[in-house]
């Protein structure tokens, strides 16, 4: 199969043998899922999609994986992201592994040579196409330990893990502080709530503190970590899993789903899992459980709503947020 993506298209001209060779953080590609290499991501949706197909795939967080012959490095749209991959991966892979950072032009790859040669990493440009570039270096020990990146900020009394690339970084969202103003009105007193897209776990945890049993899913292992990290610090209890929506949640169903659901996908607008979490929402609420959302006003959010559940209720709309409520 032929490479689908421009960063792909780019790689599948190098003169290079990638077998065996560690694909760190790609996006999804059939030429990658089809050859001979290994996945090391966070996004949930890239690693059941290699897992599915019997393809060897890991996270940062399960135990380490076998020293690959070279390693691939796609750059992310977070700067701050792709430097925690390159400490990671100096940390953790034997210094000389060959090396190659690639991505796209547009989303700020070429600020790598600056990256690289701040972390005393020699680097050259290897070839540039299809608005992406692609730079070789070689892993080294750098002396910072990538642990580092893990910060922390206080919110509604509560302490919340951070790390780059985790929704909000360090501050709470004003559409998730209108959501929790409205929480205490709707909410049982006890039972089971899910938190679909937990972020830094800024809803499990106050949920988890006012005593509810908490799950809390998101596609990201960064926020799937912070989440666990978060309710850790306050020392609070609960579930915190990676998935894709509702994906490993079949047959089970909760007192009350809250969210403040994505609309984005790295740059695009993409309202597919806000969506699946709508319509898939009824078949995880017992009877007469409640979704609870809060969305930007413009998203179309009520159409789907409309559909899923047969009516809504608007708790609360600042004219740039409004907090839905539907009951099954
Ligand atoms: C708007 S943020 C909300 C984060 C947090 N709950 C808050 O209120 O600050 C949406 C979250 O949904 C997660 N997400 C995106 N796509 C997802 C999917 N397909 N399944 C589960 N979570 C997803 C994102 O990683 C992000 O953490």
New binding site residues.
Partial sequence: MSAETPVCQLLERQDVDYRGWLWVAPPRDGWLEGGEGRLLAAD??VLSAWRARGRPAGSPFEADMPTPPGVVLFWPKAHALGEWWLLWLCAHLPAGTPLQVVGENQGGIKRVLKVLAALGLGCRKVDSARRCTLFASRLDRVGLDPEAAWTSFEAEGLRLASHPG???HGK??E??RL?LSWLPGVLPETGRVL??????????AWLARRGLAITA????GF?VEATRRSLAANALDGEVRA???F?GLEGRRFDAIV???????ERAV?Y??AG??IREAPKHLVPGGRLVL?ANAFLPYPDLLEQAFGGFEILADDRRFRVYSART
């Fill in positions: 949930q949706t985790v929704f909000g709470l969202d559409g998730t959501l938190d679909m897209g937990c972020g830094d776990g800024i809803l499990a899913v998101d596609v990201n926020a998935g894709d929506v994906a969210s403040n659901p994505p609309f984005h996908q993409d597919g899992p699946r979490l809060v």
